[in-house]
Nanobody, 124 residues
Framework: QVQLVETGGRLVRAGGSLRLSCTAS????????MGWFRQAPGKEREFVAA????????VYADSVKGRFTISRDNAKNTLYLQMNSLKPEDTADYYC?????????????????WGQGTQVTVSS
């Protein structure tokens, strides 16, 4: 059982930056594919970014490409999401997710483990 804890969400002004972190309890973190998702009020959870176990390959939703960067530090069992040039439409609860495997996973249904979420609010 992998436990995930996200931190870093807060209120920020449009154009600003935030870095979210997700710490995993599992020593086998390095063998898991990881992803970030977000869910705005009244909307479905949507894919933001994903990274393979080694960190060498990533994929992004079109809405965040060029502004967000996903990365991981396997020695620290930690996943990151660097968010730059934030927009009000980025406001949402952000969740990290994990699953064992060597591929890139972009679907909500692909992931087995989820964190509790961290709230990001971008003011205009």
């Amino acid at each position: 059982q992998v436990q995930l804890v996200e931190t870093g969400g807060r209120l920020v002004r449009a154009g600003g930056s935030l870095r979210l972190s997700c710490t995993a309890s599992e020593r086998t973190f390095s063998s898991h594919g990881m992803g970030w998702f977000r869910q705005a009020p009244g909307k479905e959870r949507e894919f933001v970014a994903a990274i393979i176990w080694s960190g060498r390959t990533t994929v992004y939703a079109d809405s965040v490409k060029g502004r967000f960067t996903i990365s991981r530090d396997n020695a620290k069992n930690t996943l990151y999401l660097q968010m730059n040039s934030l927009k009000p439409e980025d406001t949402a609860d952000y969740y990290c997710a994990a699953r064992s495997g060597t591929l890139l996973y972009t679907g909500v249904e692909d992931y087995h483990y989820w964190g509790q979420g961290t709230q990001v609010t971008v003011s205009s």
